[in-house]
């Protein structure tokens, strides 16, 4: 045995001599390898994966269940501060049905379940009505938390007071959800409104102007807001996206519009817009003449009356007439003695326009508009190099843009000087555009870099390592050149006996009893065993 375990110690001794570094290296690598994977897949076979058996608890509901735990022996640990249990994964679905069976988690608010458990005799109506609007919190928490983002809800109520006859007034109630949503959570418009429109509907009398929803950070969450899209023309965000919206098309317009004159990459737009979000909604009564020009208006009805008298002497004065709207006399008064009158009367009934408009304003006017252009001349360094022609078409171009955006009834008349405060062109070189010393970008991938690099190494490395395996079997045929010179060399020795098949045999026996005494032993007993 020990000479077993001597031969082996010497095979692998000369086994390991004779290795080189680099394979002496590949099998210490080769064994570390297998000596950590096999760590690896020990470790993750083995180990216990543990799972959340209850979303956020109370720490005092933590304490209650884990003592359960401890006593069935079950391996738990306590996380988040102690508001989460973890257990083993393969054990969760069985310890919550254990749990609840044994009435865990037991969160301690009210709900609908309480009256039908604990509904009996001798409650007043003070209690009965603590723990309805207790139940009716709960539940509607309940409702808010199925909502998408929402991890908890607080829901306070305040409902009016009962009057004791049933003509008064019941008022209205109020509700306020404090909401603890999932971070980076952003609700929708619909969302938003179906909040309002749960909350409303589930309490009796409670409007959805009396509801207050916020997050845990203070955010609130406007009803109105939500209705108009987030970004209604009454909301200061709705306002600056308007604003913005007209900048942008005035600023693409322009852009466009003078780049196709000078180029798109010799032309810089900015806009700048003063807009009135006032609304007016009015209503005019009008009253004008048919013929303006004569401030005459039209006939509706005419009456006319024609008195003559020949005869006796007329009494003193004037015949009396009614005037209506249009009243002519002509008479003629005689002496004292027998004479004629004569009295016409005409009545004539106008009429006039009468215009009644009920004018709506729209939701908002440019007020003011300014346009600034940055043009670079054809040659760069030159401004000069620019037409003057070119310059004032660029201007009278912005100032026709402006004189029809800008509101008449918002600004008034814009004279051409005040329009040409609000346009500003210049003429300069653009430095940003400048590619004489640009470099050229590389459109290779950096993948493709890394790649190449990886490749070019492996490629050096192959080559080094063919090198020097040509040089090591050029050194071994040259070594084995100089030792069959050497062997040629040798001179017989005289002494030394000639081999024949006897001391062949002779050596062989005495090797074999030298290095294997037990196959020696068992080829010595077949040969007595034959004789």
Do not use: C
Request: aromatic share 6%; net charge negative; charged share 25%.
């Amino acid at each position: 045995m020990n000479e077993r375990l001597t031969k082996i110690k010497s095979d692998s001794s000369s086994f390991w001599q004779s290795r080189t570094k680099n394979q002496k290296g590949a099998i210490i690598g080769a064994v570390v390898a297998i000596i950590a994977l096999a760590s690896i897949l020990t470790y993750y076979s083995t180990r216990t994966t543990m799972a959340q058996l209850f979303p956020e608890l109370s720490t005092a509901e933590v304490g209650k269940i884990t003592e359960v735990l401890k006593a069935q022996g079950v391996t738990y640990e306590v996380t988040n501060g102690g508001t989460t249990i973890l257990v083993p994964e393969e054990q969760v679905d069985d310890l919550k049905v254990s749990l609840a069976a044994q009435g865990y988690p037991d969160s301690g608010e009210i709900d609908s379940t309480f009256f039908t458990t604990n509904a009996g005799f001798g409650m007043t109506d003070n209690e009965f009505n603590v723990i309805k609007k207790a139940a009716t919190e709960t539940d509607l928490a309940n409702l808010v938390r199925k909502f998408e983002g929402v991890k908890d809800a607080n829901v306070v109520i305040t409902l009016p007071d009962e009057g004791l006859f049933i003509k008064d007034d019941k008022g209205n109630a109020t509700a306020a959800l404090v909401l603890d949503t999932a971070p980076g959570h952003k609700f929708s418009d619909d969302q938003i409104k179906g909040l309002f429109n749960l909350v409303s509907m589930s309490i009796p009398n409670l409007p959805k102007e009396n509801i207050t929803i916020m997050n845990q950070y203070g955010e609130y969450y406007d009803l109105a807001a939500a209705e108009s899209g987030g970004n209604g023309i009454n909301t200061v965000t709705g306002q600056m996206e308007v604003k913005k919206t007209i900048e942008r098309d005035l600023q693409r317009q322009v852009q466009q519009m003078l780049g196709t004159l000078i180029g798109q990459d010799k032309v810089v737009v900015n806009v700048s817009a003063d807009i009135d979000f006032k609304k007016e909604n009015r209503e005019e009564t009008i009253v004008q003449p048919v013929d303006e020009e004569n401030m005459a208006g039209i006939e509706i009805s005419a009456q006319r009356i024609t008195e003559t008298y020949s005869g006796g002497a007329v009494a003193d004065g004037s015949p009396e007439a009614e005037n209506a709207t249009d009243n002519f006399i002509d008479y003629v008064e005689g002496t004292t003695g027998n004479g004629d009158y004569e009295r016409v009367e005409e009545t004539i009934n106008n009429d006039v326009n009468r215009i009644r408009k009920e004018i709506q304003e729209s939701p908002y006017k440019i007020r003011n508009l300014g346009i600034q252009v940055m043009v670079e001349p054809p040659v760069a360094d030159e401004a000069t190099s620019l037409p003057d022609n070119v310059r004032t078409d660029i201007e009278q171009i912005l100032s026709t843009i402006v004189r029809t955006s800008v509101a008449q009834d918002a600004a008034g008349e814009l004279t051409d000087e005040e329009i040409a405060d609000r346009i500003v062109v210049s003429v300069q070189q653009f430095y940003g555009n400048d590619s004489g010393e640009a470099v050229p970008e590389s459109f290779i991938p950096w993948w493709i870099w890394v790649i190449g690099g990886i490749l070019l190494v492996a490629i050096v490395l192959l080559v080094l390592y063919v090198i020097r395996s040509r040089k090591r079997k050029q050194q071994e045929e040259e070594l084995e050149i100089i030792e069959r010179q050497q062997q040629l060399i040798e001179v017989e020795d005289i002494s030394e006996e000639k081999e024949t098949e006897a001391t062949v045999r002779r050596k062989q026996l005495e090797k074999m009893a030298k290095e294997k005494p037990e196959d020696f032993a068992k080829l010595l007993r077949s040969w007595i065993a034959e004789d």
